[in-house]
DNA sequence: ATCATCATGAGTGAGCGA
DNA sequence: TCGCTCACTCATGATGAT
């Protein structure tokens, strides 16, 4: 997922130094100039089509012959028939296959049948190492294929306002950057129809294509990593075997004198991350490791329930300043908190189910550089159960109703359709005789589902927006003003404020005079809410958020509650780059607190349509809270 | 255009017994 | 260990009303 480090994408870092341009020329070997940005434009003219796929890596009589084939228009048949012709030449022997593709990577024959004498047949990695090494040893700094600066391709999608590029230097910087280009990815996809390209070998081939990887590449990190392996592993299995070399030469390199660029632990912390993924990941389609949440799900312990034992040791690299907390769905697809968790600095996520703070179950989990211990609740205590929260319930629960909690609020609500039909599915019926235990067992499933509470004889309700904001802890009517239907959206995809305020209030001893907050996709507010509600000032406050509905929740409630802080609101996450954070920071000495919630449309349960992982179109913001809290980091301990 | 309403499962893990 | 049942899930898209 993070692979688009490798590839012609590579050449987009701006590897400011003559070591980093070592190790550019060194990992992306010469046919990895696939170039992304040409990608977008390949339908220009014939000329640029050919050179489009030549650049891939492909003969040029053979991209002829493919094109006279398709037509110029339709890149992706073209693109189709060379994998074929690709497949197809090299597969007569195993051997030389192998030799096929790592001759087709950019070594030379001879080097690679030594290699693959040394290694054996089997173990292509040690072979790629070996290649690697090679390569190391001999490559001099040379002039590289240049990719330019990448287009604009297509429309912005999820953040849908503005395009998202700069023109700027400093800011171009950044663009080629793996972490940038996982939104260009979302962007590609509409454009693009790249959701619909991420199943199927052929289609991750295309996909993979378009995100800048050689066809070569490709295809040994889907024969690697399985016909099942998402976009994400393979891009991971990709780059790891670069970047993983790449990072022994660059850092066993003391000796030499390195000027150091700007911000160039954000390449550091890339590359040690690849690193160690690399490590991790000897077996890419070895699962065996992933995450598993906790039964109870109480993170590092909550109140009124005895803490479970644990010593927890933060990875260097996570060390604030600055602290970050981060936090997503805890029942997401398999295997994505083991990505988010690798990406964050190997934190291991706390999940907690917010039930344990409100009447509403919300299981989520959280990663944070923050202490554990000390930690307090906000007072006073809410409502634990449904009944207490909703007193005026209890003359008519009925007592085969045995819930005393709500399930996750989510974005909708029940139908009054619904209601109707378990009404009349209840008729006649009281406590003297209740319902047969099948109509009771659909009203519970029912009610469960749609988190429906007794308003009535016979009679159960949706909550309304201003008691589903009572459960999330925020301020009665916080969200009022603007369509129910909105409401209960906004709300459905906020922080429970209690359960957030508790692992934020060990910030309270250590900011008594106040915090620098830059707040990603902040939605409602529920880190300023539950810092407000902790008694902790808000200085300045940065706010990133794509809706102008929840900007404008935020501005109201800032408003209404007198704060004396700055709040700086930035609708679009793109425009969050290293240019704007150092401006930014400058102004009022940096950031102590990253707070962000990613979009989790995609990684939901209740998603039918697209739950596509992190790979998803809003899903895949995560990996600009990655980039944005790298950027933080490094321009926090360059300064 | 905006809003409200409604219908629409699949993926996942826990728990259980064979 | 396997197969089964069960419960739960920060949603999307189509449609109609305003």
Request: charged share 25%; net charge negative.
């Amino acid at each position: 997922m993070d692979g688009n480090i490798s590839g012609g994408e590579g050449d987009n870092f701006d590897w400011g130094t003559e070591d980093e341009q070592e190790i550019d020329n060194f990992s992306f070997s010469p046919s990895c100039y696939t170039l992304l940005g040409r990608a977008g434009s390949a339908e220009a003219s014939g000329t640029k089509v050919v050179d489009h796929f030549v650049g891939m890596g492909f003969p040029e009589e053979i991209v002829a012959e493919a094109i006279k084939e398709n037509g110029e228009e339709n890149t992706d048949l073209i693109l189709e028939t060379l994998l074929r012709y690709s497949a197809s030449s090299s597969a007569s022997s195993s051997n030389s296959k192998l030799i096929d593709h790592f001759v087709g990577m950019g070594f030379s024959e001879d080097l690679v049948a030594k290699a693959i004498q040394e290694n054996g047949e089997g173990n292509t990695d040690s072979i790629l190492e070996t290649l690697l090494t090679y390569s190391a040893l001999e490559t001099l700094p040379a002039e590289q294929p240049h990719v330019e600066e990448q287009p604009q391709i297509g429309e912005q999608t999820h953040i849908g306002e503005q395009p998202h590029f700069d023109s700027d230097q400093f800011s171009s910087e950044y663009e080629g950057s793996f972490l940038d280009d996982f939104s260009d990815m979302d962007s590609c996809s509409e454009s693009e129809d790249v959701t619909n390209a991420v199943s199927g070998e052929d289609n991750r081939l295309l996909f993979l294509a378009r995100m800048g990887y050689t066809a070569e590449d490709a295809l040994i990190a889907i024969e690697r990593c399985g016909p099942d392996s998402t976009v994400a592993e393979l891009t991971d299995f990709i780059c790891a075997a670069q970047m993983s070399k790449a990072a022994d030469l660059l850092l066993g390199d003391e000796d030499k004198p390195r000027p150091q660029p700007k911000r160039k632990c954000f390449h550091y912390d890339i590359l040690k991350r690849k690193k160690q993924l690399r490590l991790e990941k000897k077996l890419p389609n070895d699962h065996e490791e992933l995450i598993r949440l906790p039964n109870p799900m109480i993170g590092y312990g909550v109140p009124n329930e005895s803490p479970p034992f644990v010593h927890r040791t933060l990875p260097d690299a996570a060390k604030g300043p600055p602290y970050f907390f981060y936090e997503n769905v805890a029942l997401a697809p398999k295997g994505v908190w083991d990505t988010i968790s690798r990406f964050l600095y190997e934190v291991e996520p706390e999940f907690v189910d917010s039930r344990y703070f409100c009447a509403a179950a919300r299981k989520r989990g959280y990663i944070h550089n923050l202490p554990i211990q000390n930690r307090f609740p906000l007072l006073p205590t809410p409502p634990l159960t449904i009944q207490e929260a909703f007193p005026l319930t209890r003359k008519w629960w009925p007592s085969w109703d045995m819930r005393t909690k709500l399930n996750c609020l989510q974005t909708c609500i029940g139908s009054a359709k619904l209601t109707e039909r378990i009404r009349k599915a209840l008729k006649d019926s009281d406590d003297d005789h209740p319902p047969s235990l099948a109509v009771q067992k659909y009203v519970l499933e029912e009610c469960r589902k749609w988190n429906l509470v007794w308003v009535g004889r016979n009679k159960v309700a949706t909550l309304e927006a201003d008691e589903v904001e009572m459960l999330l802890g925020f301020p009665k009517n916080h969200t009022r003003g603007i369509s129910r239907t909105d409401r209960y959206k906004s709300l459905g995809n906020s922080f429970q404020v209690d359960t957030v305020a508790y692992q934020l209030s060990v910030l309270k001893d250590m900011f008594p005079r106040g915090i620098n907050l830059l707040s990603l996709f902040s939605g409602i507010g529920g880190a300023e809410v539950a810092l407000h509600r902790l008694g902790i000032p808000l200085k300045n406050v940065v706010a990133v958020e794509i809706s102008e509905v929840n900007r404008n929740i935020v501005r109201g409630w800032w408003e209404q509650t007198n704060q004396r802080g700055n709040l700086i609101h930035i609708a679009d996450v793109q425009e969050v780059d290293g240019d704007r954070l150092e401006q930014l920071m400058n102004s009022f000495g940096g950031f102590d607190l990253v707070v962000g919630g990613s979009p989790c449309n995609n990684l939901a349960g209740s998603n039918r349509h697209h739950r596509d992982g992190l790979e998803g179109r809003e899903s895949s913001l995560f990996y600009d809270y990655c980039r944005i809290l790298d950027l933080v980091n490094c321009i926090t301990k360059r300064t």
